[in-house]
């Protein structure tokens, strides 16, 4: 089946040590998105790609930093993880500009320690 | 301020009520989305209104949307213990989608 993938499930990292998230496609979509998710809360755009397009949301840190290499795959990259970075780290895509509906992965949650 | 406020944030209720969640704003949408986030997982689309007064069923779930496409509602005849998650509504801006605050739902058996 066509889906998003994110890996790993659960990543467990230490207060300031870089860490990478990843994020795979099958459905050739054109769009991909970042979220970050905290307990109870809806999910909060960090960054989007149209293409190979970068597109940041105004108010997301340069701690967080993103790739695309190609079609299927994007990555999110913390640089100096904090404390307040542990959350719920959602991948999502859609298939064109403009398309009201996206498709979720099923999230790496982060824990700092 | 949010643009999309839910109501209520939290919800807790027995296996076979009734319970209705809404979606409000003061700005005017061409459609809207509600998503269902199940613990641990991301979020599923569950439902797309795009008419004014339009009324879409999903087995025991009842989407409306407002006359004026400004607010939404969803009910939940006969809730089951499945039903436990994170709603959310949601618009659409060009390239990304606007959350609304959400409503946690459990539903104890």
């Known amino acids: 089946d066509a889906m998003v993938i994110q890996n790993p499930r659960y990543q467990v990292t230490q207060f300031g040590k870089p860490v990478t998230l990843s994020c795979s496609q099958t459905?050739?979509?054109?769009?991909m998105y970042w979220y970050q998710q905290k307990s109870s809360q809806a999910p909060k755009l960090l960054f989007h790609y149209y293409d190979k397009d970068f597109n940041n949301e105004a108010d997301t840190p340069d701690n967080f930093q993103s790739r695309r290499p190609n079609t299927s795959f994007c990555f999110l990259d913390i640089r100096s993880p904090g404390l307040g970075d542990a959350a719920m780290y959602l991948c999502?895509?859609?298939?064109?500009?403009?398309?009201?509906?996206?498709?979720f992965g099923p999230g790496t949650r982060l824990t700092v320690l | 301020t949010q643009l999309l406020e839910q109501s209520p944030q939290f919800l807790s209720i027995q296996e076979g009520e009734n319970l209705t969640v809404y979606c409000n704003s003061s700005s005017v949408f061409s459609s809207l989305q509600w998503y269902r986030q199940e613990p641990g997982e991301g979020p599923v689309l569950l439902v797309t209104v795009v008419t004014g007064g339009e009324v879409k069923k999903l087995k025991r779930l009842t989407f409306q949307f407002g006359d004026a496409r400004k607010d939404s509602s969803l009910h939940i005849t006969a809730a089951q213990p499945g039903d436990t998650g994170l709603y959310l509504c949601?618009?659409?801006?060009?390239?990304?989608?606007?959350f609304g605050t959400g409503t946690r739902l459990q539903v104890f058996p």
């Open positions: 949601a618009v659409s801006n060009t390239d990304k989608l606007i």
């Open positions: 999502a895509t859609s298939g064109f500009r403009g398309s009201v509906e996206q498709f």
């Open positions: 459905l050739n979509h054109n769009v």
